[in-house]
């Protein structure tokens, strides 16, 4: 269990959902909002981030285009989350450097899928 994700998302029963999902194969933390997802990312060094785009704070878009400048994180896979499912909403999480988009409501084989694609 040496791969690390965070979730940064605000809606407690998804986090406990995801973290229940991973914790077999993956060690995980989360944040409740954009600006404390910025501060764990830096200093947790996921492997991995999941982050929803309707975040209090900063949203999610923010939050990405924060993540990608920062050379600590500019790499660092990122699986958008939202149940935005309009067009526009998805391409401006890619946009802002999202490697994917996740739909909600997902399964957790969904969720799986990707983080092993991108792990």
Do not use: N, W
């Amino acid at each position: 269990m040496d791969k690390k994700i965070l979730i940064i998302e605000d809606y407690p029963p998804t986090i406990e959902m995801i973290m229940a999902c991973l914790e077999r194969s993956y060690a995980s933390d989360f944040a409740l909002d954009g600006p404390t997802g910025l501060e764990k990312a830096f200093t947790y060094k996921p492997d991995l981030i999941l982050l929803d785009i309707m975040l209090p704070g900063m949203d999610g878009i923010q939050v990405c285009r924060k993540l990608r400048a920062d050379p600590r994180t500019a790499k660092t896979p990122i699986i958008m989350e939202s149940a935005k499912v309009a067009a526009e909403e998805v391409i401006a999480g890619l946009h802002a450097g999202a490697d994917e988009y996740l739909l909600k409501p997902f399964t957790l084989d969904q969720l799986m899928k990707l983080v092993k694609k991108h792990i």
